[in-house]
């Protein structure tokens, strides 16, 4: 669907509290006047009018609608189910292109996702790694003792020598009396500066080495635990969600960077046991949760973010044990928020006449939810001043801050300040991107042209069908009292239309109209647009196994193998920017959480993430299926004699080695014989053209 002007922004109209374009115009709402000294009731001001002004307001005046668009293409929703209500919603019914296209990239994604699973990622050591301070004294203890050894080879020489010199003379000397006899005889024993920075300097080579092979075990052991974090977080089955997200909606948002409560199995006195622990997971965040500023064109830039999350009272009950050093959760606040919300209205954006009524106690319905954000807001160490006593840093006035915050309603319930240039965890990546914007276009959005014209062509066809299937009768009541449906024998119409002609009218007393038929038109318009749709997609039909209207002689295995490549071209410029711009930051934040918190010096090396699993599977799988498909070929051959046996064993071997089993099995006779049988014998043109190759 083409993008119409200014970013959706000029087709919708705001609500009651979108702000103004510039921000400082309504930054008046949160600043004391004559210069007063900031207060905690100005800070939760300047923060509520961000959240509903900034946040809420600007993504549900230009994108919301977006996102219900999309959701409802996606699902194919049809508000009814009789016949005669279909028939009034036949636009919602019959050819969809949008959700089997939907469910054709999810299917791909999720199966690289699944053939990518052992080797998701790669955590390698930078090219010069930096060790902790550990494993930087263990190189230099490594060249301390080189050293010694050096000097205690040099001495035990000398020594030797000189006493071996005097036994001959009949004259015994002690090591320490050789010793000293070496030294006046001129023989240096301990290496002199110039010789000592020689060794250092040849030495320097071998610490670089060692150091080296130290960050490659690291980073192996890391890798392995990482992997660990994510299968017992189940962290990949949220970043399934966060696939689906993509496939639907103009972004889709994955975090990282917090803990999540996980069952570890470990050895206590000889006995596996499973202990909770905190442990670093990956999150997938609804779009719908999801808030930034229009100043933003990632969750990293742009004035805040903010995600909204649906908090039971057990849940805002529990933030009072989550404080650490960085987030601050105020316990008197908490209390005071559960005590006004108890009888209060939950709904606190809803503005209309119940917000002040009075409900049920909240402790009565421990089930119902009330909304808090969790917020990242750029701030000046000015507006934090009043308060600086809830802070768990000091802050000064000239600088900027990011402050991260959970509001609700009037109530700040925890605080941290962050440098200005914090990363904030959440990563973004959309369907296709748009320069200079933080939402892209979605795919139910691209095939909206094309999914309504194949709508309306199948309304058409159906009514056509039903029109030309039987004549419709037109009656003249003044000429003749003739009903056909009174009649045993008379040809049912699809519609009886009676009228009165006009005098002098020479038309006969009944006529039957019937329509042409331009179901083999409209069935040809249909592919035509399913083409269409293949092209704007990238994802061909044949790529998922259907060779409807294929010519036949591309039907062959080097013709479809190659058209499949190519197809797969545009999903693999996607699975990259999956790869890079979500997977490898977020795996990222979980390697840094180890490197602070984990038991174990070992595994704290100066590594970074690769993924090359996403993107190496595409190629992996197209490899698996020609090796096959070669296979399946080649294999008639081997009992003609046209085929060596050895050139199916190689094929064979190198097939179960990209399918992940040993290359070197052999696979019995009987076993060979028995697959040939089975196989259908190709034309002998596409034989000899595959001898040929």
């Not at 000029?10 to 949160?30: C, E, G, T, V, W």
């Not at 071998?206 to 092979?213: A, D, G, K, L």
């Not at 193998?561 to 990222?588: D, E, H, Q």
């Amino acid at each position: 669907m083409a993008r119409q002007p200014n970013n959706f922004t000029q087709r919708q109209k705001y609500l009651s509290f979108i702000p103004p374009n510039d921000i400082a115009a309504h930054m008046a709402d949160y600043t004391p006047a004559g210069g007063k000294t900031r207060t905690v009731d100005d800070l939760t001001t300047f923060l509520r009018a961000v959240l509903t002004r900034d946040l809420i307001g600007w993504k549900n005046s230009a994108i919301t609608p977006r996102l219900d668009f999309c959701r409802s293409a996606a699902a194919r929703q049809i508000d009814v189910c009789n016949a005669t209500a279909i028939e009034q919603q036949l636009g919602k019914a019959g050819i969809d292109i949008i959700s089997r296209k939907v469910n054709d990239l999810n299917s791909w994604l999720v199966d690289l996702i699944i053939r990518a699973y052992s080797d998701l990622f790669v955590i390698s050591p930078t090219p010069r790694p930096d060790l902790s301070d550990k494993m930087k004294e263990r190189a230099a203890q490594y060249v301390l003792a080189t050293v010694k050894q050096i000097i205690e080879q040099r001495g035990t020489a000398a020594v030797t020598a000189v006493m071996q010199e005097y036994q001959q003379l009949g004259i015994a000397v002690t090591p320490h009396q050789a010793l000293a006899i070496a030294e006046e005889r001129g023989i240096t024993v301990r290496p002199d500066e110039e010789e000592l920075r020689d060794i250092i300097l040849e030495m320097k080579s071998v610490t670089r080495q060692y150091e080296t092979e130290q960050a490659g075990k690291a980073a192996n052991e890391l890798s392995i635990i990482i992997k660990d974090y994510l299968a017992h977080t189940d962290s990949f089955g949220q970043v399934m969600q966060f696939l689906h997200d993509f496939c639907i909606y103009p972004y889709a948002i994955l975090h990282a960077g917090q803990t999540r409560t996980g069952k570890i199995r470990t050895w206590k006195k000889d006995k596996l046991v499973k202990e909770r622990k905190n442990l670093p997971a990956l999150r997938r965040v609804s779009p719908y949760d999801f808030f930034w500023t229009r100043d933003g064109t990632t969750p990293q830039n742009g004035m805040a973010v903010a995600e909204r999350f649906a908090m039971r009272r057990f849940d805002v009950e529990q933030l009072k044990y989550q404080s650490t050093t960085l987030m601050r959760f105020d316990n008197d606040t908490i209390d005071e928020m559960l005590s006004d919300f108890d009888t209060r209205h939950r709904d606190w954006l809803v503005e209309d006449e119940r917000k002040h009524e009075e409900k049920m106690l909240w402790s009565a319905i421990p089930n119902e939810t009330v909304d808090v954000f969790r917020m990242f807001v750029l701030v000046s160490g000015f507006n934090l001043e009043g308060y600086a006593k809830h802070l768990p840093r000091k802050v000064e006035a000239a600088k900027q801050y990011q402050v991260e915050v959970y509001l609700c309603s009037d109530y700040i319930l925890g605080i941290a300040v962050h440098d200005a240039d914090f990363e904030r965890p959440y990563f973004k990546e959309t369907y296709a991107p748009i320069p200079s914007e933080f939402a892209g276009d979605s795919m139910p959005e691209t095939l909206a042209v094309v999914n309504a014209a194949a709508r309306k062509s199948f309304t058409h066809m159906i009514r056509n069908m039903a029109k030309s299937t039987n004549p419709t009768t037109l009656v003249n009541r003044e000429m003749i009292d003739f009903d056909s449906l009174d009649e045993d024998e008379a040809i049912l119409p699809d519609t009886q239309y009676d009228f009165i002609a006009a005098l002098g009218s020479t038309g006969r007393p009944v006529e039957l109209v019937e329509f042409p038929n331009y179901t083999a038109t409209l069935i040809s318009f249909a592919d035509y647009l399913e083409a269409q749709a293949d092209l704007i997609t990238g994802i061909p039909r044949y790529a998922l196994g259907d060779a409807t209207n294929l010519p036949s002689a591309l039907r062959s295995t080097a013709s479809l193998t190659l058209m499949v490549s190519n197809s797969l071209k545009t999903i693999t410029a996607k699975v990259f920017r999956i790869g890079n711009n979500v997977i490898a930051p977020s795996v990222n934040t979980m390697v840094d959480w180890v490197m602070d918190n984990h038991e174990d010096d070992s595994v704290k090396v100066d590594a970074e993430v690769v993924v090359q699993g996403l993107e190496g599977a595409i190629t992996k799988s197209l490899v698996i299926d020609r090796l096959k498909e070669l296979l399946q070929y080649l294999a008639p051959f081997v009992q003609g004699g046209m085929v060596s046996q050895q050139t199916i064993q190689s094929i064979l071997s190198r097939y179960l080695l990209e399918a992940g089993v040993d290359g070197s099995v052999t696979v019995p006779q009987a076993a060979q014989q028995a697959m040939q049988s089975q196989l259908p014998t190709p034309p002998a043109a596409a034989g000899s053209n595959l001898l040929q190759a």
